[in-house]
């Protein structure tokens, strides 16, 4: 049916200055429809629909946990921008991405890991800056037995690492840590 009123299209892909599709349609009569549509580039297709991250931000303020939010954002008919439905992982990484904290009024926040134990021995942060070098110095001393650490709980912390520095190895990471 078109064919009978339009006589030639025609698609043109303009780069400078914006983005966009120049589209041009010849009708039967000889006039002429000229368009000109935005094309969005991949992050602007693939990102998350401002109504679905405002539901999230709302949902996030109530305290619910990150599956709870991902269950109820499917069975609101809400997608992520790769019109997938919500995990877990995608609320994660949404939150991340537009800057919306976890609450949750339930939970108190844990007490920061302090640098050194009550019996004496350091936390990998707190051998890093006795020594002034990175965690990942400090990490890298542990996987070369450079420095005696073990795996241990400590109050709400989990698998915490603690480091007992004896003299010789405070020497020993002195000299390191100076080169």
Do not use: C
Request: cysteine-free.
């Amino acid at each position: 049916m078109l064919r009978l009123v339009i006589e030639a299209i025609g698609i043109r892909p303009v780069e400078v200055p914006d983005r966009v599709t120049a589209i041009r349609v010849q009708w039967q009569s000889g006039h002429i429809t000229e368009l000109v549509v935005p094309r969005p580039d991949r992050a602007q297709r693939m990102r998350t629909t401002p109504s679905a991250v405002a539901r999230l931000r709302e949902l996030a303020q109530t305290g619910l946990r990150d599956e709870q939010i991902a269950d109820l954002l499917n069975a609101e008919g809400f997608v992520t921008g790769k019109d997938r439905s919500w995990t877990a992982w995608a609320i994660q990484w949404a939150r991340r991405k537009e800057g919306i904290e976890r609450h949750y009024p339930d939970r108190p926040r844990r007490t920061p890991l302090p640098k050194r134990h009550p019996d004496g021995r350091y936390s990998v942060v707190g051998v890093a800056e006795r020594f002034s070098v990175s965690i990942g110095q400090v990490r890298r001393w542990i996987d070369r037995g450079l420095v005696d650490a073990q795996r241990e709980d400590f109050e709400q912390h989990r698998g915490v690492l603690w480091v007992r520095l004896d003299r010789a190895t405070v020497r020993r990471l002195a000299k390191l840590s100076a080169t």
